[in-house]
């Protein structure tokens, strides 16, 4: 008999390897305590965390957490169903009513996680004879959602216009198309071109949906996202977004304009099988999007610690994914894996948190420590994370650019 695990052998043998030379394992931390949107105690020690999606810094927002805390002591700990059966309460309604207050929609559709909504909206959308065009550096859930449904996928090169309307051109011209965009790229914190992308889509008739995880809360006057900055909300006819990120808890949406939409809460498998949000969750959601609404300080602080981190951190010769700042995640290239994990470690031992990020989440093979900031974060913190890049490149023996 076959032992099915072994066909895992080669990635037990590479993180042994790893390991072996003495580093910390990048993806087995604990959160001892967290003190803040942007401290915890971790391996003991006071550690500045500049890894997480906290963008907005809203998990610690004293009206996020006694909505949920009064959610919790009315409806309690969780709704033991799904939406289409027992599991819609008054909260979740009041969460969809806050989106489409936030986005200005006249639909919104919560799921569990965003990558439900992704799953669900790829494989639901697009049916056989149909196309998905996505572009190759899509998130993992874009993927998965398309593998789980039936049509056609094209991929087109990443933030390439030119690619994307040549490979749409090649298509049936009365297929049903579906173009997936996201507004910012979360490995290496680019933004997509959506104006002119946006645009070739819409010559071709194709229907676009766009990624606003890591935008919302950020771009725009009213923190809607990239297309909201680019000015194409007329011509995007959905867009997916989490609460995982600057919303700070969990779950995900779609909000649409789309007279039909509605019948996705039928027909979406990921909406309808699945547990539905605890009433908690749904309320801190809540508080936390209208706030978001106004955040207009928090926006502009976000933007200024991400500038100089990112020309902080270039000033002193590391190599950086983007040439300007284009977003809240700051991701510096490491030469490969081993020195990668040694960087990762010197900087969890002189108390910063990154996310270590490598194939398969990465494009091209590349090995990053990604840094995304908070607009909580204070400048002294945002020097002393540069002056900790400084001295652990030493530790580790990263070669810095002069
Ligand atoms: N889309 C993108 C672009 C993401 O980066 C993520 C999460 N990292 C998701 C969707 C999924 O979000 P969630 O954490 O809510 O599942």
Redesign the pocket.
């Known amino acids: 008999m076959g032992d099915l695990f072994d066909k895992f052998d080669p990635i037990i043998a590479e993180k042994a390897a790893l390991l072996a030379t003495g580093v910390n394992d990048p993806f087995n931390l604990v959160m001892e305590k967290v003190h803040s949107p942007t401290e915890a105690t971790v391996n003991g020690r006071e550690t500045i965390l500049v890894g997480t ?1 906290n963008y907005m810094g809203m998990t610690f927002d004293p009206d996020v957490i006694a909505a949920g805390k009064e959610a919790l002591d009315q409806y309690g700990a969780g709704t033991t169903g799904s939406r289409v059966l027992n599991g819609t309460y008054q909260g979740h309604r009041e969460v969809e009513e806050a989106l489409k207050d936030f986005y200005g929609t006249s639909h919104a559709m919560v799921f569990s ?4 909504a ?1 799953l669900g909206l790829m494989a639901t959308m697009a049916a056989r004879g149909e196309y998905i065009i996505l572009d190759a550096d899509s ?1 993992a ?2 993927y998965d959602g398309c593998a789980m449904g039936n049509a056609d996928i094209v991929r087109f090169r990443h933030n390439s216009v030119e690619d994307l309307d040549k490979r749409l051109g090649r298509l049936p011209a009365e297929a049903g198309k579906l173009v997936v965009l ?1 507004g910012v790229y ?1 490995m290496l914190g680019d933004i997509a071109p959506l104006k002119e992308m946006v645009a070739v889509a819409k010559k071709y008739g194709a229907m676009v949906v766009v ?1 606003e ?2 935008g919302m809360g950020f771009f725009g006057p009213n923190g809607r996202g990239v297309y909201e900055a680019a000015g194409v909300e007329a011509d995007v006819d959905f867009v ?1 977004g ?4 600057s919303v700070g808890t ?3 949406f779609v909000v649409s304009n789309h007279p039909k939409f509605e019948v996705l809460r039928l027909v979406c498998r990921p909406y309808v099988f699945t547990a539905s949000l605890p009433p908690s969750v749904v309320a801190t959601a809540a508080t936390s999007i209208r706030k978001l609404k106004h955040a207009h300080n928090k926006r502009q602080h976000l933007w200024e610690n991400s500038r100089k981190l990112h020309s902080g951190l270039k000033a002193k010769g590391f190599k950086i994914a983007t040439e300007t700042a284009e977003s809240a995640i700051i991701a510096v290239l490491m030469p490969g894996q081993e020195a990668c994990a040694r960087m990762w470690s010197a900087l969890i031992e002189l108390g910063v948190y990154v996310n270590m990020a490598r194939p398969p989440a990465t494009p091209a093979g590349m090995f990053l420590l990604r840094c995304s900031l908070c607009a909580e974060h204070r400048a002294e913190q945002v020097d002393i994370i540069i002056d900790r890049f400084v001295q652990a490149a030493e530790i580790a023996g990263i070669p810095l650019n002069d």
Do not use: L, P, R
């Open positions: 999606y996680t965003g990558y439900q992704n998130h859930s874009i996201e979360s990624d995880a890591h997916v989490t609460f995982s990120k969990v779950g995900g």
